[in-house]
């Protein structure tokens, strides 16, 4: 499969179409951005890591019966994806305070959570991805209510599922951001699973293991990429 125009270019991933219409080639950049792309800057190899750590993940979700736009990897950087039509809501997943979270209530990060948090952003750059209620995105009609219950359905099985995956290479998942797209018509999971888009605290020492290191200049950024690969790939 080759690639063909390129339909988009975002902060971390080009996207271009095929000579099938349902299907779309992404290719990873090494591009980084951080506060709604305030911060800006390179992480060399961070695509070959997301990308092939996305489908690694993708690939096992697709066994405990979560839909993916996975199709086939093509290169280290480049995979085969369904071309869905993103909907406008982030979708996060909390075990452990941290981030915006910590933030915003005023906690310290690190507290753990007796059940996971679920919430949504709207996604939308312009107004730096807002808190969203289920509600107000019902209101927006940025999702129907049959297709907010899927969605969170899919979540609570992306999060257990991840949370005994990363246990099991020495990680521990604080929380993480995904995304969901309509393929005719049905609810399934795209855009990216890696370290830019979760976090992960070495089980031993609760070192960050995330984009956390880019965001904070916590130093050794590509090193954690790739050791997060390597565990990732074990
Ligand atoms: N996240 C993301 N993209 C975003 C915002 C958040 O991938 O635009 C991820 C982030 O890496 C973390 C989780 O979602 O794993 C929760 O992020 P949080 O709301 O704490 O926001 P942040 O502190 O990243 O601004």
Redo the contacts with the bound molecule.
């Keep these: 499969m080759e690639k063909l125009e390129q339909l988009y270019e975002g902060k971390a991933k080009k996207v271009f179409k095929t000579d099938d219409p349902k299907l779309l080639i992404v290719d990873y950049k090494d591009d980084a951005t951080?506060?709604?792309g305030e911060k800006k800057g390179q992480i060399a190899g961070k695509g070959a890591v997301n990308n092939v750590m996305s489908n690694i993940i993708f690939q096992l979700l697709e066994q405990k019966g979560v839909p993916t736009h996975f199709v086939e990897q093509l290169s280290q950087r480049e995979t085969v994806v369904k071309a869905v039509k993103i909907l406008p809501l982030?979708v996060?997943m909390?075990n452990v305070s941290?981030?915006?979270?910590?933030?915003r209530y005023g906690v310290e990060e690190g507290i753990v959570f007796d059940q996971p948090t679920f919430?949504f952003?709207y996604?939308n750059d312009d107004l730096g991805?807002p808190?969203m209620c289920e509600s107000h995105a019902l209101a927006l009609k940025l999702a129907t209510a049959e297709q907010i219950e899927t969605i969170k359905k899919y979540a609570s099985i992306v999060n257990e599922t991840l949370k005994e995956f990363f246990l099991d290479k020495g990680l521990k998942l604080?929380?993480?951001?995904i995304e969901f797209g309509l393929f005719d018509g049905e609810v399934i999971l795209a855009d990216e699973i890696s370290?830019?888009?979760?976090?992960l605290w070495d089980v031993k020492t609760n070192e960050k293991m995330?984009?956390?290191r880019f965001?904070r200049d916590l130093g050794n950024v590509e090193e954690t990429y790739q050791e997060v690969l390597k565990r990732v790939q074990k």
């Design positions: 951080a506060f709604n982030e996060i909390r941290a981030g915006s979270f910590a933030k919430e952003s996604k991805d808190l604080i929380d993480f951001k370290p830019d888009t979760c976090r995330d984009k956390d965001r």
